[in-house]
């Protein structure tokens, strides 16, 4: 059975930080594409950032050089360490695993960024 677990989101003010978790079980995590996608309250879901198997990475140009996305794969898990967060970044943040064209999917873990 395939589960992808978040973690690590909450209230934080602009400026500040967090660090997102995502644990997968079920599927060959190593040779996996992963990726975080957030979702705003009326918008449509959008990818943050994604790491490939060999370790590229993309983002998207809202977080380049505030958000790192990395993976370990002897712990099956991908973060997402978001830095000088700011109102927009607020949205619930979804932990993505494609493999053979199939895509897995977390619960998502709530970001708010506010004053």
């Known amino acids: 059975q395939v589960q992808l677990v978040e973690s690590g989101g909450g209230l934080v003010q602009p400026g500040g930080s967090l660090r997102l978790s995502c644990v997968a079980s079920?599927?060959?995590?190593?040779?996996?594409?992963m990726a975080w996608y957030r979702q705003a309250p009326g918008k449509q879901r959008d990818v943050v950032a994604t790491?490939?198997?060999?370790?590229?990475?993309n983002y998207v140009d809202s977080v380049k050089g505030r958000f790192t996305i990395s993976r370990d794969n002897a712990k099956n898990t991908v973060y997402l360490q978001m830095n000088d967060l700011k109102l927009e970044d607020t949205a619930v943040y979804y932990c993505?695993?494609?493999?053979?064209?199939?895509?897995?999917w977390g619960q998502g873990t709530q970001v708010t960024v506010s004053s």
């Open positions: 993505n695993g494609r493999i053979f064209r199939t895509d897995f």
């Open positions: 079920g599927f060959p995590f190593r040779i996996a594409a």
């Open positions: 790491i490939d198997g060999d370790r590229s990475t």
